[in-house]
């Protein structure tokens, strides 16, 4: 589950240099800070989609949504929730190579669909794909292997069904 | 090789300058004010022979509070014309102005060739990236053939919805290049630009529903409703509803102020008996304001028994302050216009009398006992230009006074930097309204600070032999702050005191400007007079009484419950609002 005061949000833009300096400066005089961004190529390659998530009060959400949307460079700027969208993020975690450490990942492979993307003698890349909450809770449990790098992309999310992202 | 210009294909030989000023030329722009640079020297050149007059400027600032005061006074976009670097930076408080105000207006910068952006060059600035957060909308322009499309583009975003300021940032290389375009008239690639709808029948009827069993409707008029020009329906509603009118300070004129209905300016320094009713009131409809902070002091105790209704052409300031109990996103004039077809009078004859007893009971008013007072010496201008002048004004206490005493009757014609609160705004304004409409009066009534900030446009007032009429309130010091700290920091005057104006007249004169000298109540209408009908430009400095401050008042941060009609005589608490 999403902590409730994140949220998150789709917007549809066009290919313009500076657009994604527009956005950020809508969150930024607010004092809204951003948890997440990612940009990506849409099926019309003169837009593109940027998927936002960020913590604060519907109230001044609600502001930044109505000035995105308003911004000439901006299609379309809209929130989504959960039970009409889904949502994606890809992480990689290096941890130090060890017997536990190989243990626990074949433990709970399947629960969090990890794989190991790399071994060396060293050290380890696992790859996990799922919801942030999920990658939240592996995180918190691979923190106990001397993990030494992660990087994250950021949530992705599309719209369930007829209704469009 | 001639070109002409009714012709947009096919192209003649031209270079991107050319293109430029060829398709502003076609948009019909009479006037670019501005101020050269290296940089902007290209499309300078191609001025040379044009049919738009440049007007040159001694600063950058004044030129794009011409182009300002030429758009809130005609309706038509204002364009500026300025260098790279600090040509451009100079610029950055007149587009705030501009944005604040919601006033279309174009600014073109100059800009280093493109090798070399980003690469420190001479007086290279990164001005689309130092004005993104006021800017309607801006260009970094890299390609010739694009020229046409982008000023089109601006054209049309800076005038249409909700006005604003558009930047076009201009490589020198750019504007030198070859034109190779096929047409100076191409599509525009804007699919993310939306205009508001015309008004949907059911938020009619909504709205319209909304005001049944009203015993104490207001109506709250804005800058939108002058932008609009929605006079005729705001007059048409108010007198089928028999609902007052408020009009917050950028609204003045909408409604015209001498109108039996109007209870003048509200907020901060606005009208006791305006502000009574929106204490009182059980309906207030917002047509084209945004419940600015200088009227909504304190949202939790704004017309807490008023059902609110809000009209206005940006979705984003619905929900922004207030909660609504009806809205509509449109133009002002075409909501108005309809909404008048779905609304049945009202019963407002209580209401009006309750009304007629705050006006008598809490008149503005002022006394000449000490001496010449600020109010007193607009009062004589509005007497004697019969309130039919074009009124620009600086920011601070000559502002409140001018406000409450030089009464609007029509849209256009007050123009005032409300939102950005812009000192040295007035007296360019004057020019450029006086550019917009030759053979009106227009007077900038200015205070002794902010006159000194832009009064080197006393050149190109002078120089254009422009009949504007420049009324500076000089009570040596910046006289809002000064009340600011006298009524809430015990008088530790600081950083106020004006010591070192220079003699004004004597000024004027320096630059071949008639000048005018008020200083007694006694010769003070007579001398208004002779300078209100000098046929060219003329300064009158009128020294008034120095300690003299605004009211009514409500401190910052306060409900209008806790309006000050009277100078206090105990200490009050200092505010919570921003400013």
């Known amino acids: ?165 | 090789m001639t070109t002409n210009p009714s012709k947009t294909t096919p192209v003649a030989p031209m270079n991107g300058a050319q293109a430029l000023i060829q398709c502003l030329e076609n948009f019909g722009v009479e006037y670019i004010f501005g101020l050269s640079g290296g940089a902007a020297i290209p499309i300078f050149d191609a001025l040379v022979g044009s049919k738009i007059k440049l007007i040159l400027v001694r600063h950058e600032q004044g030129a794009t509070h011409m182009a300002d005061g030429y758009a809130r006074a005609t309706g038509k976009p204002g364009v500026v014309l300025v260098t790279s670097g600090p040509g451009a930076t100079n610029t950055v408080t007149g587009i705030l102005t501009a944005l604040m105000d919601s006033v279309p207006i174009i600014v073109l910068c100059g800009q280093t060739i493109t090798p070399m952006l980003g690469k420190d060059a001479f007086q290279e600035a990164d001005i689309s990236g130092i004005t993104m957060s006021i800017v309607k909308h801006s260009y970094l322009v890299k390609e010739t053939n694009a020229i046409p499309r982008v000023i089109k583009e601006a054209w049309h975003i800076c005038q249409t919805g909700r006005p604003g300021p558009v930047l076009l940032d201009l490589p020198k290389d750019i504007t030198s290049a070859p034109f190779t375009g096929s047409t100076l008239d191409p599509e525009m690639d804007i699919p993310g630009y939306k205009v508001p709808p015309k008004p949907h029948k059911a938020d009619l009827i909504k709205m319209a529903n909304m005001f049944k069993g009203s015993k104490k409707p207001l109506l709250l008029i804005g800058h939108g409703a002058v932008i609009a020009r929605a006079s005729q329906a705001v007059k048409k509603l108010a007198e089928k509803l028999n609902a007052p009118v408020t009009n917050t300070l950028l609204g003045k004129g909408a409604f015209a102020e001498t109108h039996p209905l109007s209870l003048g300016m509200l907020g901060m320094h606005g009208t006791a008996y305006a502000n009574k009713a929106l204490i009182n009131c059980d309906l207030i409809l917002s047509i084209g304001s945004r419940w600015d902070d200088r009227i909504n002091g304190n949202n939790a105790e704004f017309c807490v028994n008023a059902k609110k209704l809000h009209i206005d052409v940006d979705f984003s300031e619905i929900n922004k302050i207030v909660k609504p109990d009806a809205w509509m996103v449109g133009d002002a004039k075409e909501v108005v216009e309809e909404l008048v077809k779905y609304v049945e009078p009202l019963d407002t004859k209580e209401w009006l009398i309750e009304l007629a007893y705050y006006r008598q009971q809490f008149p503005l008013k002022y006394s000449n006992d000490k001496g010449l007072t600020a109010q007193y010496v607009i009062d004589c201008c509005y007497k004697v230009t019969q309130g039919k002048a074009i009124v620009t004004t600086d920011v601070g206490q000559h502002q409140m006074w001018a406000a409450q005493f030089y009464l609007t009757d029509h849209g256009n014609d007050w123009l005032s930097s409300g939102g950005a609160g812009t000192m040295g705004f007035g007296f360019p304004a004057a020019i450029g309204a006086q550019f917009g409409r030759p053979g009106e009066l227009v007077v900038a009534i200015v205070g002794d600070g902010g006159f000194q900030m832009t009064m080197a446009e006393l050149s190109t007032a002078f120089v254009h032999k422009l009949p504007v009429k420049v009324l500076i309130i000089d009570n040596k010091y910046l006289g809002m702050v000064r009340q600011w700290q006298e009524l809430f920091f015990e008088n530790r005057l600081c950083g106020v005191d004006l010591e070192g104006n220079p003699n004004f007249a004597k000024l004027a004169e320096s630059y071949g400007i008639k000048a005018f000298h008020i200083h007694q109540v006694d010769h003070c209408y007579d001398l208004m007079k002779e300078a209100m009908n000098y046929p060219g430009t003329c300064v009158i400095h009128a020294e008034v009484i120095k300690g003299d401050n605004v009211f009514p008042m409500i401190p910052a941060g306060k409900s209008a419950h806790h309006m000050i009609i009277e100078p206090p005589t105990k200490k009050l608490e200092k505010p919570t609002g921003s400013t």
């Open chain 1, 1 to 165: 589950m999403t902590k409730p005061n994140i949220h998150t949000m789709s917007i549809l833009v066009t290919n313009k240099p500076g657009v994604l300096v527009r956005i950020a400066l809508v969150f930024a005089r607010r004092g809204y800070n951003i948890d997440s961004l990612v940009v990506s190529p849409t099926v019309n390659p003169t837009f593109s989609r940027m998927t936002i998530s960020a913590k604060g009060d519907p109230q001044t959400l609600e502001q930044i949504i109505k000035n995105v949307n308003k911004l000439v460079d901006v299609i379309h700027c809209g929130e989504h929730d959960l039970t009409h969208s889904i949502e994606k993020e890809l992480a990689l975690f290096k941890i130090k190579a060890s017997p536990a450490a190989k243990a626990f990942i074949n433990k709970h492979s399947h629960k969090f669909h990890i794989k190991i993307n790399d071994a060396s003698e060293s050290h380890l890349i696992i790859e996990q794909t799922g919801t942030t909450a999920e990658l939240d809770e592996f995180e918190g449990l691979v923190k106990k292997y001397d993990l030494v790098e992660m990087v994250r992309t950021g949530k992705v999310l599309m719209a369930k069904g007829r209704e469009s992202t």
